[in-house]
């Protein structure tokens, strides 16, 4: 099994920037993908980005040249950096893991581990 504990949010002004974390623990051999998804209140869950093992990432339009997200594979740990920080962003951060796949998935039914969130909250 595998756990994953997400942790570093919080509430920032517009503008601010904010690093959450994700740490993976159990059975973390080999984790093909590590992501982020959010959800707003009343809203889908909706990718934000997402990094294999071969370093590939991939963004969500809307985050794209905001956020930035990296691994540290030794660490088991998946980072997301935001910047420029707007009220839109504010919602609940889950992080995504799975264990095999191919491409860069961004489909939410490839992730089959997911943390508990992380709540963003973002002031206008």
């Known amino acids: 099994q595998v756990q994953l504990v997400e942790s570093g949010g919080g509430l920032v002004q517009a503008g601010g920037s904010l690093r959450i974390s994700c740490a993976a623990s159990?059975?973390?051999?080999?984790?093909?993908?590590m992501g982020w998804f959010r959800q707003a209140p009343g809203k889908e869950r909706e990718f934000v980005a997402t990094?294999?093992?071969?370093?590939?990432?991939t963004y969500a339009d809307s985050v794209k040249g905001r956020f930035t997200i990296s691994r540290d594979s030794a660490k088991n740990t998946v980072y997301l950096q935001m910047d420029s920080l707007k009220p839109e962003d504010t919602a609940v951060y889950y992080c995504?893991?799975?264990?095999?796949?191919?491409?860069?998935?961004?489909?939410?039914?490839?992730?089959?581990?997911w943390g508990q969130g992380t709540q963003v909250t973002v002031s206008s």
């Open positions: 995504a893991a799975s264990g095999s796949g191919s491409g860069i998935p961004t489909w939410r039914y490839s992730y089959p581990y």
């Open positions: 159990g059975r973390t051999f080999n984790m093909y993908a």
């Open positions: 990094t294999t093992t071969s370093s590939s990432t």
